[in-house]
């Protein structure tokens, strides 16, 4: 039997082969402390589970509309308006299972065969995959560790062709957990105008900015219009696994969007969106406490891992993620890259992380090695799992 072409195109996340590797070994009775997964390690908030369950007893068991009950889409509009400072309109959120599948209908409704595509390195793998898929050309753009995981706004402008279509932003940042600034987006946005490109913004981690104010490109002069913005409930409510995310873009490109999901998905679970909606209107004490929580546990792995010799780490403006500067401890270890460091850590330490390989292949001028640890775990795991990498890589 065949398989279509086209697949050997798409791409994966390779966190997931690392997670079932290390469900495989606890299995096995090996003791992992894993800082691998990227989702909240908390349950989801109380008042949630509980318009869910009321939802499913009120019967929103039935299919529901393509682009997401009316109801909800208005409290998204209200939510949008109340984090970015913009007007926008039911008919300009479409409501998908997760966020993810608004990177795929995003590149899919705009983006041709031999486009280009400008897209963060290293950075969520499911960006240059889709990119891939449809023919287009991923130009990845590399996040600079001395600019704390920011572009440099220059190499940007330089990476601008006559056929670049799309510039993909994801500010907070995964994995590196980088912010940036709104200097940055207003230069940013200032190219996207110039250029006629569409700007999509991944604003999964808005609401886990340490220090300062998160700001959406969004909100900037003529920029609503050109940007697909992209957020949902899986970090900020901790509901990774009942599939609830959505877009905001203009009205055109919505029923494209609703036109894709009817012939994918159909809809959305409508009790996971009464779900959704309580998420937004109700109290918002357990979200907010999960999110002062990871911003504690943020400097207590940053100060842990700067104690061992051999790694630096810079500390995160955003979202659940570290991603320290492993080079030296490599060379010492006599390991080829950060992918044998993570297999390291993993047989001697007994430590789960992720290797820098993960989120994209390494940019031309990328000589240091890196890793991903996701600090959606708990304090005494962070202190013991860090206690156990020292020991490993200090022996
Ligand atoms: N975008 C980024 C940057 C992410 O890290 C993730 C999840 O890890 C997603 C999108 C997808 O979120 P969801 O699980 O809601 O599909």
Redesign the pocket.
């Known amino acids: 039997m065949q398989i279509a072409q086209r697949m050997s195109l798409l791409g994966t996340e390779t966190a997931f082969e690392v997670l079932a590797e290390v469900n495989k070994l606890k299995a096995s009775g090996k003791d992992v402390i894993s800082f691998a997964i990227?989702e909240p390690d908390f349950d989801t908030p109380s008042n949630i589970i509980a318009a869910g369950v009321k939802a499913l007893q009120e019967g929103y068991t039935h299919y529901g509309p393509s682009n997401g009950l009316l109801p909800f889409r208005e409290s998204i509009v209200r939510y949008i308006t109340r984090t970015r400072g913009i007007e926008v309109n039911p008919e300009e959120v479409v409501v998908v299972p997760?966020?993810?599948p608004i990177?795929f209908y995003g590149i899919v409704a705009c983006i041709n065969e031999g486009d280009e595509v400008i897209y963060p390195n290293p950075g969520?793998p499911i960006y240059e995959s889709v990119i891939n898929f449809v023919g287009a050309k991923p130009i990845p753009l590399p996040l600079l560790e001395e600019r704390d995981f920011r572009f440099d706004v220059n190499k940007l402008k330089g990476k601008i062709t006559n056929r670049t279509k799309m510039i993909i932003l994801?500010s907070p940042q995964?994995p590196t957990g980088g912010v940036l600034t709104e200097g940055d987006l207003k230069e940013i946005a200032a190219l996207a105008i110039e250029n006629d490109i569409w700007v999509f913004s991944?604003e999964?981690?808005c609401n886990m900015v340490y220090d300062g104010e998160f700001k959406s490109i969004a909100s900037l002069p003529g920029m609503k219009e050109r940007t697909i913005l992209?957020d949902?409930f899986?970090k900020t409510y901790a509901m990774?696994g009942w599939r609830l995310?959505f877009g905001v873009m203009n009205t055109e490109l919505a029923s494209h969007f609703t036109r894709l999901a009817i012939n994918s998905v159909s809809c959305t679970a409508t009790f996971t969106q009464m779900a959704g909606l309580e998420g937004l209107e109700g109290p918002q004490e357990e979200s907010q406490e999960m999110i002062e929580e990871f911003k504690a546990r943020r400097d207590i792995i940053v100060n842990a891992l700067n104690g061992i010799e051999g790694i630096s780490c810079r500390k995160p403006g955003g979202a659940f993620y570290v991603f320290p500067n492993v080079t030296e401890v490599c060379k010492r270890l006599k390991l080829k890259d950060s992918k044998e460091f993570q297999q390291y850590l993993l047989y001697e330490a007994g430590v789960a992380v992720l290797a820098r390989t993960c989120f994209g292949s390494r940019n031309q001028e990328e000589d240091q090695e890196y890793i991903r640890l996701s600090y959606a775990a708990s304090r005494e795991n962070i202190i013991e799992g860090v206690k156990r990498m020292k020991k490993a890589v200090e022996k």
């Open positions: 990227g997760g966020a993810k990177i969520f994801n995964n991944d999964i981690y992209l949902g899986s990774t995310g």
